[in-house]
């Protein structure tokens, strides 16, 4: 079994930065993909950066340049660096994992990121 548990959400000025992270504990050998997720109110969950098991990673248009996923695999854990974040950016950030590339099998229960003066 896998449970993934994100931390690092808050409050941050347009223009800040934050860290998430996602612990997971439980089955790492059978995963192959990490992603992050977002949602914000009244719209879909939409995937903000994806990394897979030999560091691999992708990202949201949105997000190039200002996001950065890495891993760090001695600590079961993977972050989600932002930067120049923006209020479009305000939503609820999920930690995911797949135990195939094209699969998400596990979710975290979120944490709120809020982009606001």
């Known amino acids: 079994q896998v449970q993934l548990t994100e931390f690092g959400g808050g409050l941050v000025q347009p223009g800040g930065s934050l860290k998430l992270s996602c612990i997971n504990d439980?089955?790492?050998?059978?995963?192959?993909?990490m992603d992050w997720y977002r949602q914000a109110p009244g719209e879909q969950r939409e995937l903000v950066a994806s990394?897979?098991?030999?560091?691999?990673?992708n990202y949201a248009d949105s997000v190039k340049g200002r996001f950065t996923i890495s891993r760090d695999n001695a600590k079961n854990t993977v972050y989600l660096q932002m930067n120049s974040l923006k209020p479009e950016d305000t939503a609820v950030y999920y930690c995911a994992a797949g135990v195939s590339i094209a699969s998400i099998d596990y979710w975290g229960q979120g944490t709120q990121v809020t982009v606001s003066s």
């Open positions: 439980g089955n790492i050998f059978s995963i192959k993909t």
């Open positions: 990394i897979t098991s030999d560091s691999k990673t």
